[in-house]
């Protein structure tokens, strides 16, 4: 069965597109930068239209839809990242002495029971803050991490929930041959509106340890050592430490793992084709980062390698701090 979307962005509310699709596909997101403000979902049969309000963020710029001329009926459509309240049921029990988790682990109990607290305490210091959050969300933030345990981006960036969309990894990893990396790439700049996308690794890096104290692999192997996921994964790092010049440490493989990582980000598909867009004023401007996280600091070092659809100039020379923040 096929509809028609009639669309009305947030930007252009004197303009109007259409596409057709199946109804299968309406719940999927559409792939181009803007999410629509209205949607008018329609089928033949009837002349009556109705329209869905989309609250969402208005810094995006549309790409050119195709046209249409025909509308007729109206189907509701659930916009994207709206949540629904969950709604107690046998597998929704709100109540923690019904979980059998809490019940058996003391530890998985305090931390059920620490959410407890922090909800209550918003509540009362922010109410507004659920009501805002099922909106939607509109992060101005990619930040492409660490699995690591010490680094929780939100935290160190002293940012709210709902401010930075989240990958994180073995070694902050962006591969380019990772559908996930990619999907997410994708989703984060055309779907959720991300205008930066920051890689971050740090000091203490397990993956990167891990990787410094691997063998040269031989050539034509596809892997430096297939034995484990772990070590697959870690592959490029490998190959990128025996790339180094002799006497570097592992800091020095730290931070040329986020330059690698920064460089694959610029080269997918996604990116070139924001900033081709761009250029041509038909997509907003988006940036790539690489960053360091100081464990023994708690601060976040710009490695000063970013990149936009424009070369980005400094605005002036500034004095050396020798290090100090």
């Known amino acids: 069965m096929s509809m028609t979307l009639l669309v009305r962005y947030n930007n252009s509310p004197d303009k109007k597109y259409s596409t057709s699709t199946s109804i299968r596909s309406l719940h999927n997101s559409p792939p181009i930068s803007l999410r629509p403000t209205y949607i008018y979902a329609t089928s033949p049969n009837s002349e009556a239209s109705t329209s869905i309000n989309s609250s969402q963020p208005k810094r995006y710029t549309p790409l050119q839809p195709p046209n249409s001329k025909n509308i007729h009926t109206a189907v509701k459509v659930n916009m994207p990242f709206h949540a629904e309240p969950l709604r107690p049921n046998k597998e929704i029990d709100l109540d923690l002495e019904h979980s059998i988790a809490a019940q058996k682990f003391p530890d998985i109990k305090a931390v059920l029971q620490g959410n407890r607290w922090w909800a209550k305490e918003v509540t009362q210091k922010q109410p507004e803050v659920w009501a805002e959050q099922v909106k939607g969300q509109a992060p101005n933030f990619l930040w492409i991490g660490c699995a690591d345990s010490r680094v929780p981006e939100v935290t160190i960036m002293a940012r709210k929930p709902g401010e930075v969309f989240v990958q994180r990894n073995v070694a902050n990893q962006f591969q380019p041959q990772d559908d996930a990396s990619q999907a997410l790439l994708n989703y984060a700049i055309m779907n959720v509106g991300v205008n930066h996308v920051i890689v971050v690794g740090h000091t203490g890096c397990g993956g990167c340890i891990a990787a410094f104290d691997l063998p040269k692999p031989t050539e034509g192997e596809q892997f430096c050592d297939p034995a484990t ?83 980005i100039v400094p605005d002036e020379a500034k004095p050396a701090t020798n290090g100090r923040a």
Do not use: C, M
Not at 269 to 286: C, L
């Open 229 to 311: 996921p772990l070590t697959r994964f870690l592959d490029p790092i490998i190959r990128l430490k025996h790339s180094l010049p002799e006497g570097s440490d592992v800091n020095d493989l730290i931070r040329e793992n986020v330059k690698l990582s920064v460089k694959n980000v610029v080269n997918s598909p996604t990116i070139q084709n924001a900033w081709e867009k761009s250029r041509k004023g038909e997509f907003r401007k988006v940036y790539v980062h690489g960053w360091l996280y100081d464990l023994s600091t708690g601060l976040l070092i710009d490695l000063n390698i970013s990149q936009g659809p424009e070369p």
